[in-house]
């Protein structure tokens, strides 16, 4: 049966003009219903792990801005707590781990399995949505890739140089690869439960794979991409794989080429005359709207987001953000965004 879902029919390669329209992280703190449901959970884990709650924040942006995809709200680093690292948010320092640092750690995590167990609210949460979103939009599911989550649990948090995980590759090579191996299969399991249990679509986030180059950008971010990609392809085909990468300029197109995602997630920075040519003919593309337009909006928002529409109106595209929407992000300029992308003429 032909899929009847926008972004569904976008990642089967069909061209849609307006094209469908999400953002990375639409469920968040730039929404003051996002804040008042945290406030009641307590904490973001607490949120993370009560269905009711997370599912409620997940439906939040789409009740305002009629989105046409919902993304299960969870967190990248949920699979290394799975796993048995500590794990904490703390007010403004973002994310805290117990860290990684030797081939015991990495023995002393736990084994294969443990991930559909300990991770059973967030497939409950999945299942809360799939009954719940509206009828034509589609219901995402996604993970960390083993590079992203791997600088979290080897820094103990989020750095920017990861210069602690680099060093930990090169000289500690054994341990980093057993790391690897362990976080593709958890990675793996916990997106083949999230399809069991009702997502339509897996997103692999590689936020950090612009940190590395040449050989190591292939032995750890091509690499694990592809297995977890044909990890979920030989139980689940039929389930369209959304790649996003940040800062890899050029490796977009090999992506877009050989890695058997349905669509490559584009940042910022790629410039789309370029993505026109070496990405959209290979696959759909999702992206990018740099989310610093939606602090001021205005005319430049509007102008940004008409010139994304008509750069990549070629080929099947997903509007989309070039990386995550931002706490100061105003919600009235995401329904300015809205309306700029479907209903162009009555901007
Ligand atoms: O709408 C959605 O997309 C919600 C689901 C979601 C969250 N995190 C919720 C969240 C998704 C898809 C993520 C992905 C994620 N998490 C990534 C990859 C994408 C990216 O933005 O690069 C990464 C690197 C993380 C790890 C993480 N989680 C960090 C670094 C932080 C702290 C920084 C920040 O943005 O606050 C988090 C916390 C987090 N994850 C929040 C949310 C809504 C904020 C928590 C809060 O204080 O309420």
């Known amino acids: 049966m032909p899929h009847s879902k926008p972004i569904l029919k976008a990642l089967s390669g069909i061209q849609l003009s307006p094209p469908p329209i999400w953002l990375m992280r639409q469920a968040g703190r730039y929404l003051p219903e996002y804040r008042a449901t945290r ?33 299960l709200f969870a967190d990248i680093l949920l699979v290394p707590h799975a796993l048995g690292s500590d794990l904490w948010f703390a007010d403004g320092h973002g994310p805290q781990l117990s860290r990684i640092s030797s081939m015991q750690d990495v023995r002393r995590l736990a084994p294969p399995g443990i991930v559909r167990e300990s991770l059973a ?10 009954r719940e979103v509206p009828r034509d939009t589609t219901l995402i599911g996604f ?6 989550v791997a600088t979290y649990m080897i820094s103990g948090k989020g750095t920017t140089d990861h210069r602690d995980p680099i060093e930990f590759m090169r000289s500690e090579r054994a341990a980093f690869d057993a790391l690897m191996d362990r976080l593709a299969e958890a990675t793996i399991e916990y997106l083949l439960a ?24 292939e032995n750890f971010v091509e690499r694990p991409l592809k297995k977890i990609i044909r990890g979920i392809a030989d139980k689940e085909p039929r ?10 300029g050029s490796a977009f197109s090999r992506f877009a080429k050989s890695s058997g995602a349905a669509c490559i997630a584009v940042d910022s920075t790629v410039e789309l005359g370029w993505a026109a040519r070496h ?3 290979y696959s759909c593309i999702q ?25 990549l109106s070629n080929g099947p595209h997903i509007f989309n953000l070039g990386q995550g929407i931002t706490p100061n992000a105003d919600p009235k ?9 479907r209903n162009p003429r009555s901007i």
């Open 287 to 311: 992206g990018n709207l740099d989310p610093r337009f939606l602090i001021a909006g205005g005319s430049e928002l509007i102008d940004q987001a008409q010139k994304i529409v008509a750069c």
């Open 194 to 217: 999230q399809i069991e249990a009702g997502a339509e679509v897996a997103m692999i986030f590689d936020s950090w794979a612009g940190s590395l180059h040449g050989i190591e950008f």
């Open 333 to 341: 300029n995401v329904e300015v965004l809205v309306e700029a992308v």
């Open 121 to 130: 609210p967030v497939f409950e949460t999945v299942g809360i949505l799939s």
């Open 143 to 148: 993970a960390g890739a083993p590079w992203t």
């Open 239 to 248: 389930i369209p794989i959304i790649a996003y990468a940040r800062h890899v």
């Open 279 to 281: 990405v959209q003919p």
């Open 39 to 71: 406030r009641k959970a307590g904490d973001f884990l607490t949120l993370c792990y009560t269905p009711d709650l997370a599912a409620e924040v997940s439906l939040q942006p789409l009740r305002r801005f009629g989105f046409d995809a919902a993304i």
